[in-house]
């Protein structure tokens, strides 16, 4: 139910109806009282989980002093309001992470969910996929609710808890605005789903969002490499311990999708051809074929973006290809 990593700090576990399982949350003592990194979606199980870890750790709503998200996606931020509605916490997100929330694609209007449509469309997506994948998008706004009022954190300021000062560093790739808090004195990190213990952070092209998340993210992956770290709690699966080597590990996974992709689309394929060579869709969810074609769509824009493929426009498709 949950784990105390430090005296102050426990990792609570939360369930999502999603492959993943859990959503790793994050309680952190402060002098005035607790405050919360992430939330989970908002369905029963997951509230349960939370009632049921502030009763063992006798912590009573009204102590709840700060609810912090990571980053927009509903597994992070889904209950965020469920939570301050009940405890009067303010909810915080980086300034870009906000942005990201008024344009996300579980906002429950059909026009989010027409746009993703469109986008995929244009991307070789065909129809009976993308209709069951819109029917997916628009039942995702239930999970997110209510909406919280956010309040933007100021990221060139620590945020000082009980004995630690946190630096808030910026993390894009697997969302725009993503936060991580480092402690740097006892090199602990709360990486959020930037860097992963066993499986590799999903990094994805949304029609709304930057236009290359790959090369961003693995700029930032180098610099989050030199920084010293004895312990990362991420927002999904174990802590990890060997964070270096992880990170080294991800470049090099990514490193080797590039030159698969790249070989594949050498002779003109749409971004669905490629997912389907990548990822093998006829065994994937809704849910998990819209992050493989958004996956397959962020290193094509990389791999366009560093002159290795270039795009062409054939009646309404794109279709990427080899330079020549
Ligand atoms: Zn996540």
Redesign the pocket.
């Known amino acids: 139910m949950f784990e105390p990593i430090t005296a102050d700090l426990y990792r609570i576990p939360i369930p999502v109806p999603l492959p993943?399982k859990y959503?790793n949350c994050y309680l952190l003592r402060a002098d005035h009282g607790w405050v919360v990194i992430d939330t989970g979606m908002r369905y029963g199980p997951a509230e349960q989980t939370w009632l049921a870890s502030f009763e063992r750790l006798g912590i009573e709503w009204s102590q709840i002093k700060q609810i912090i998200v990571t980053h927009y996606?509903p597994?992070?931020y889904g209950m965020a309001g469920w939570m301050a509605e009940r405890s009067g916490a303010s909810v915080w997100m980086s300034p870009t992470e906000i942005q990201s929330v008024q344009r996300a694609w579980f906002q429950p209007l059909p026009d989010a969910a027409d746009r993703l449509a469109d986008f995929f469309e244009l991307h070789g997506m065909p129809n009976d996929l993308n209709r069951q994948i819109w029917q997916h998008t628009m039942d995702a706004s239930q999970y997110v609710d209510p909406k919280p009022v956010l309040q933007p954190l100021d990221m060139t300021q620590p945020l000082q808890l009980g004995q630690r000062s946190w630096q808030l560093l910026h993390a894009p790739g697997h969302a725009d605005g993503q936060l991580c808090l480092y402690d740097a004195a006892d090199q602990l990190l709360i990486v959020?789903?930037h860097v992963l213990a066993d499986i590799t952070p999903n990094i994805s092209l949304w029609p709304e969002a930057k236009r290359d998340p790959l090369a961003d993210y693995l700029a930032s992956l180098e610099q989050f490499a030199a920084l010293d770290v004895r312990l990362a709690l991420a927002?999904?699966r174990k802590p990890i311990v060997a964070f270096r080597e992880r990170c080294h590990e991800i470049v090099q996974h990514h490193d080797q999708r590039l030159d698969l992709m790249q070989d594949y689309a050498r002779t003109g394929k749409t971004a669905f051809e490629v997912c389907e060579f990548a990822f093998g869709v006829s065994t994937l969810s809704a849910h998990q074929l819209r992050f493989a074609i958004t996956e397959t769509l962020a290193h094509l824009v990389y791999l366009e973006g560093q002159g290795r493929l270039r795009r062409e426009q054939r009646a309404r498709q794109i279709i990427f290809l080899d330079q020549h």
């Open positions: 993943l959503v996606h597994d992070h959020a789903d927002g999904h």
